[in-house]
């Protein structure tokens, strides 16, 4: 009972010490884990959330390289597909000026935070939506993921869209001496109603 009340006062001190980062954020969720560990969700970016060291980040390109050879065909095919979806979307963008549709862009952040609130990692879906007064359909989603710990990395991810909604799937790991220590799998979901409204 005495270390329930000890972690549950360490929740309280640890709130009211990162208050002042998301006062100004819309929609706010934190959930805590039973090691005093936390996620906070977010709509908005978190001003002072990003410490100056900074050691992965993905997509690739911004910090983390793909783990062992990539055959030279499977990366042609993936850039062939990259740019026949461009397309397509470059399409439905037209088409969608055409019919009066509108669209709108959201971003819903979520941030990991240790028991001693320091931040470990970050992740950010977009998506993006055209919308009438009688339709609603999801056209682009992306999911960006930096890790500010060394131990923690992006193991996989699944970013979908689907109707009215986007959402990526991703779990992390945490290793330590090449040991895998945890796994955090997370899932977060835009959606949006036929006013642009996304949450």
């Known amino acids: 009972?005495?270390?329930?009340?000890?972690?549950?006062?360490?929740?309280?001190?640890?709130?009211?010490?990162?208050?002042?980062?998301?006062?100004?954020?819309?929609?706010?969720?934190?959930?805590?884990?039973?090691?005093?560990?936390?996620?906070?969700?977010?709509?908005?970016?978190?001003?002072?959330?990003?410490?100056?060291?900074?050691?992965?980040s993905f997509p690739p390109g911004d910090g983390i390289k793909p783990e062992g050879s990539v055959n030279p065909e499977i990366s042609g095919m993936n850039a062939l597909l990259e740019m026949f979806k461009k397309i397509i979307e470059a399409f439905r963008r037209l088409i969608a000026q055409l019919s009066n549709q509108k669209s709108v862009t959201k971003t819903k952040y979520i941030y990991y935070y240790s028991a001693d609130s320091e931040l470990l990692w970050s992740g950010e879906l977009t998506g993006e939506f055209q919308y009438s007064s009688s339709s609603v359909n999801c056209i682009d989603a992306s999911f960006f993921f930096k890790a500010y710990d060394k131990n923690w990395k992006l193991d996989k991810y699944s970013c979908t869209k689907n109707g009215n909604t986007a959402s990526v799937t991703f779990s992390v790991v945490q290793k330590s001496l090449g040991v895998k220590l945890q796994t955090i799998e997370k899932t977060i979901t835009l959606t949006c109603d036929t006013n642009g409204n996304v949450s």
């Open 1 to 56: 009972m005495k270390r329930i009340f000890i972690s549950f006062l360490c929740c309280v001190l640890i709130c009211l010490q990162i208050l002042p980062c998301f006062a100004a954020a819309s929609d706010v969720q934190m959930e805590t884990n039973e090691d005093g560990s936390f996620f906070i969700i977010t709509e908005e970016p978190l001003s002072s959330a990003e410490p100056p060291n900074i050691d992965d």
